[in-house]
């Protein structure tokens, strides 16, 4: 249907159905939200009264949850890994984008097996009533950090993802000290992607305004097609949908080529001061024992990094798709937890609230 019709026409569709018995309700809450075009609409439609929750639960947890139906149907952990990877798509427009919609939401609501549902019923009515007003809070440490690393983020014009990274001496969820902050961009004396020209494998070629990652995926992709290399999941020729991708999906399935040839998305190429490392190097030797807020899971570059400048506690936003990465902190005996609050892009808006509320009260 998002293909044939619009992009975001199951959320137009339910809003139309909705309008019909306008009368019976004060507030809607819509579930099952898996596309950014459904967002959009859900924006334009009501504005600041809109608010977009996302609740997030591990991948094992939720193999566990969704363990009995797939196996009463015959279907195996490796039908759910496929399915679960198609619904988290990033590239297909018309397809699920479910961490990109996470990534969008104004709260971040834990749903992991450690939370029961008493506490995920609590939880849901306190932001719910945070949000419209109904009670106030100020914002938590944890949340101020996150909202720091955030506004850093806005520094780097990466083409890709801005990140953002914040070093605190504390413990998470307590004030401490910033001590570094930083963002992803290219180093000093270079200048941003979209502005630096780049030049392909014969270095004649000259492509301005475009990630190195994805030059070097596109040649990479160009001598597996010359060299006769067939798609590991349909056999044929590697032919791609769009030769100058990204994404890289095969002619005759559409299959994501990128995750068999470059599962690491070639991000050791990536010509950027990754904002973890912009953050440790900013911070002048103070890493030890710290907190570092980071907007998304460090990649394992970072990872190795992180270890070494002693830093014991990571608070991550936006899931990155590197396991590896989560085995080598595990590995450091480093503490790593999943934000959980209010986001950035409402939290001034929110917490001002809590100012006023004070004010009056006194």
């Known amino acids: 249907m998002r293909k044939q019709r619009n992009l975001g026409i199951l959320a137009e569709l339910a809003i139309k159905e909705l309008?019909?018995?306008?009368?019976?309700?004060?507030?809607?809450?819509?579930?099952?939200?898996?596309?950014?075009?459904e967002i959009d609409f859900l924006r334009d439609t009501f504005g600041n009264r809109f608010y977009l929750f996302a609740l997030e639960c591990?991948?094992?947890?939720?193999?566990?949850?969704?363990?009995?139906?797939?196996?009463?149907?015959g279907r195996s952990m490796t039908d759910f890994l496929s399915d679960d990877r198609r619904d988290?798509?990033?590239?297909?427009?018309h397809g699920q984008q479910v961490q990109l919609c996470?990534?969008?939401a104004d709260v971040l609501i834990d749903n992991s097996d450690d939370v029961s549902q008493a506490d995920l019923r609590t939880k849901l009515g306190d932001y719910a009533e945070l949000v419209l007003g109904l009670q106030y809070r100020f914002a938590k440490p944890i949340e101020i950090y996150m909202n720091v690393a955030y506004s850093a983020s806005h520094g780097s014009k990466c083409i890709k993802r801005q990140v953002g990274a914040v070093l605190v001496s504390a413990l998470p969820n307590v004030m401490g000290e910033v001590v570094g902050q930083g963002f992803n961009e290219n180093p000093l004396r270079t200048s941003p992607c979209i502005e630096e020209p780049k030049y392909g494998a014969d270095l004649q070629r000259r492509i301005p305004g475009k990630c190195y990652r994805d030059i070097v995926g596109q040649e990479g992709f160009v001598q597996l097609s010359e060299s006769g290399v067939r798609c590991p999941k349909c056999g044929e020729k590697i032919r791609l949908l769009n030769p100058t991708g990204p994404p890289w999906r095969c002619v005759g399935c559409e299959e994501d080529l990128e995750r068999y040839f470059w599962?690491?998305?070639?991000?050791?190429?990536c010509t950027a001061v990754h904002?973890?490392?912009?953050?440790?190097?900013?911070?002048?030797?103070?890493?030890?024992?710290?907190?570092?807020?980071?907007?998304?899971?460090?990649?394992?570059?970072?990872?190795?990094?992180?270890?070494?400048?002693g830093i014991t506690n990571i608070v991550f936003n936006e899931i990155y798709p590197d396991i590896r990465a989560a085995e080598r902190?595990?590995?450091?005996?480093?503490?790593?937890?999943?934000?959980?609050?209010v986001r950035s892009r409402r939290f001034d808006e929110i917490f001002s609230k809590a100012q006023k509320s004070a004010e009056q009260k006194n």
Do not use: H
């Open 102 to 104: 996470v990534d969008q």
């Open 329 to 341: 902190l595990e590995i450091a005996g480093i503490n790593v937890l999943r934000f959980e609050g």
């Open 58 to 73: 591990p991948q094992s947890n939720r193999w566990e949850r969704l363990r009995p139906s797939y196996e009463r149907s």
């Open 263 to 269: 599962p690491e998305r070639a991000m050791t190429l």
């Open 19 to 37: 309008e019909q018995d306008k009368e019976q309700y004060d507030r809607l809450v819509i579930d099952g939200i898996r596309n950014l075009a």
């Open 88 to 93: 988290r798509d990033e590239e297909l427009e």
């Open 275 to 309: 904002a973890e490392v912009a953050a440790i190097l900013s911070a002048a030797g103070r890493t030890k024992d710290t907190t570092l807020y980071s907007t998304t899971f460090p990649c394992f570059q970072c990872s190795e990094k992180i270890t070494q400048a």
